[in-house]
């Protein structure tokens, strides 16, 4: 029996940008997936879907499994042949447990790797402008673990950090918080020096408290803070306000969901996290190609005969051209037959192939896609148009009308689909999501399908045209609609929805 692997890897703070190469490429490789509840949700959506999941929840002193036992589930699920991702926040080296984790793996001939992640010690105060050393102020950094153990005193020396005159970073501290200021100050630490604590470093909810190792404590009390959260003391937290540049990114603190099919989210997602958006990138639908091309088959042994080939997506291109190479044709069997586009992003699938779009409508959409090519028609031109099963009629309707023979071919469908990790109906619920992002109408419907119950007047919708923003008007939700019907367009939609708030 073929014995199986174990990657050790290190998921960074929250930011999927944050994520090392090597540790996505093991990821999208698992076969189980053993992830902890510190895991940011944009790694979490990089997790293959038929990867085996399994959430051990661990979060400082509530854990859904004993460590104990997560030892035993990555020896046993790779001793069934599993390529295994021990998915841990941070590093897993660095109080993550890691190397208690390898011990058992080791005991029983199990081969495994470590991938090192982005320590949250240092990402969360950058993302803060706070360096952790800097030669004006200090000359050393001091990683310490603040959580204690239920009913123990802390086993901390806190003389000899007092001693380092370095910069202490406490991770898994924000219950010990007045443990910790006292047992600094008890140390011979001066009362005024600065200190800080970070919430939720490197996401939207990214929040800190900067004041004094005596003053700390009450300003938590007064401002609020929500774990996790990491706390640094030292000079360096007065480089904050003069340093920090995450808030000044235009969608700094809004989390913005994008539901795009998973071939076509990852432009949208950058642009948005270009901007300082944490996206959280669950499709709501899946393109799948038909089982049965037939039409479509038979419409290329008489390509030649057609005066028009009409797209109206990027998926549209993509399955004719695979269909095309599948049926032992390439693109010159297309002759003469002019291109027509629905728009930018089809425009860019079509270039990518080597062809050119003969025609852009004014509007990008199937309205005007339809009113627009009809009017340069001559009357009994033949037109194929390759889609989805479920289309807008009235394209085919207006070029009926206007004597073209139209051949309308269902090339793919739309699936819908949920998250199974992430609960979106309670993230809107919560608050937690600023806003959706809708490309197309069928991105709403299976939106809607994955979270039902939701009350949707709670969406904010950046929608990408007049037929995406009734949709989501159809159920409910606030919805707003881009000047033009692009990407880049969509992304200034989203700035300009945050600005006004």
């Given amino acids: 029996m073929k014995t199986g692997k174990v990657w050790l890897v290190g998921a960074g703070p929250g930011d999927i940008g944050l994520f090392t190469l090597k540790g996505l490429k093991v990821l999208e490789q698992a076969d189980v997936v053993v992830y902890d509840s510190l895991v940011g949700q944009g790694v ?3 997790i293959p879907a038929e990867a085996k999941l399994i959430n051990v929840g661990k979060r400082a002193s509530h854990h859904i499994m004993r460590q104990e036992d997560i030892n035993q589930v990555l020896l046993e699920e790779a001793q069934k042949g599993h390529r295994v991702v021990r998915l841990k926040g941070g590093d897993p080296f660095l109080f993550g447990r890691g190397g208690e984790e390898l011990e058992l793996l080791e005991e029983n001939g199990i081969a495994y790797e470590v ?3 982005v320590t949250s010690s240092i990402a969360v105060p950058a993302y803060n402008g706070v360096p952790v050393t800097h030669r004006d102020f200090c000359s050393s950094v001091h990683i310490i673990t603040g959580h204690k153990r239920a009913e123990k005193e802390y086993d901390i020396d806190f003389h000899a950090l007092v001693d380092t005159k370095g910069t202490l970073v406490f991770l898994m501290g924000v219950s010990a918080l007045p443990d910790i200021c006292t047992g600094l100050m008890n140390a011979g630490m001066d009362k005024n020096m600065p200190a800080a604590i970070l919430q939720k470093g490197t996401t939207a909810g990214q929040k800190r408290i900067v004041a004094t190792v005596s003053t700390l404590e009450e300003e938590v009390k007064r401002q609020g803070i929500e774990t996790p959260a990491i706390i640094v003391v030292g000079k360096v937290c007065t480089l904050a306000e003069k340093f920090g540049w995450y808030e000044e990114l235009p969608l700094a603190g809004w989390k913005v969901l994008v539901t795009r099919p998973k071939e076509l989210i990852s432009r949208t997602a950058d642009k948005l996290r270009e901007k300082g958006a944490e996206v959280l990138e669950l499709p709501a639908i899946r393109t799948v190609p038909m089982e049965d091309q037939n039409l479509l088959h038979e419409a290329f042994s008489k390509l030649e005969t057609y005066q028009w080939l009409v797209f109206t ?3 549209g291109v993509r399955v004719f051209f695979e269909e095309l190479i599948r049926y032992g044709k390439d693109i010159r069997a297309m002759g003469n037959i002019r291109l027509a586009v629905i728009g930018e992003g089809t425009k860019k699938a079509l270039k990518e192939r080597g062809l050119l779009a003969d025609f852009v409508p004014s509007e990008y959409d ?5 009113k627009e090519l009809a009017e340069i028609l001559s009357g009994d031109e033949k037109i194929l148009i390759p889609r989805a099963e479920k289309g807008n ?3 085919t309707a207006f070029l009926t009308e206007a004597g073209a023979s139209v051949s309308d071919i269902p090339t793919y469908q739309t699936v819908y689909e949920a998250s199974q990790l992430i609960d979106e109906k309670k993230e809107f619920e919560n608050g937690e999501i600023s806003c959706a992002v809708f490309t197309s109408a069928s991105t709403v419907k299976g939106f809607a399908e ?3 119950g939701l009350d949707y007047s709670k969406v904010k919708a950046a929608c990408i045209g007049k037929q995406t923003k009734a949709a989501a008007e159809s159920f409910g939700m606030k ?7 692009t990407i880049d367009s969509l992304v200034k939609l989203v700035e300009d929805m945050k600005r006004s708030e």
């Fill in 479 to 485: 919805a707003y609609m881009a000047e033009k019907a």
């Fill in 366 to 370: 199937g309205d005007t896609l339809g």
């Fill in 44 to 46: 979490l959506s990089r």
């Fill in 393 to 395: 009629e009235k394209l």
């Fill in 313 to 315: 997506s990027p998926t």
């Fill in 115 to 117: 991938v090192p992640g």
């Fill in 450 to 452: 994955g979270t039902k």
